[in-house]
Nanobody, 120 residues
């Protein structure tokens, strides 16, 4: 199986920055899609940013021009650089990887979540 380990969450003041990282516990035969989602209290989980194997990125309108997603295919890691943070960015952030760990095993994997709190 695959474990995803997230790091980098914490408490930051409005306008500050954080960098989240997510690493897979094993290599993938083929990794198609990597993304960050978030879920605030009382709200549904929402897509924050995604990146495909060819580097195509997609961002939620609320984070465009503030967040940047990046990936390292060789290391099976994905990162989310978050700048100009706002209180409304407060949420638990989850990484998501979709791919094949072997040619016969296609899966959708989630991290355990890391708390990001933006508050003065």
């Amino acid at each position: 199986q695959v474990q995803l380990v997230e790091s980098g969450g914490g408490l930051v003041q409005p306008g500050g920055s954080l960098r989240l990282s997510c690493a897979a516990s094993r290599s993938f035969f083929r990794l198609y899609y990597m993304a960050w989602y978030r879920q605030a209290p009382g709200k549904q989980r929402e897509l924050v940013a995604s990146i495909t194997s060819d580097g195509t990125t997609n961002y939620a309108d609320s984070v465009k021009d503030r967040f940047t997603i990046s990936r390292d295919n060789a290391k099976n890691t994905v990162a989310l650089q978050m700048d100009s943070l706002k209180p409304e960015d407060t949420a638990v952030y989850y990484c998501n990887l979709r791919g094949q760990i072997t040619p016969a095993q296609l899966g959708d994997y989630w991290g355990q979540g890391t708390q990001v709190t933006v508050s003065s």
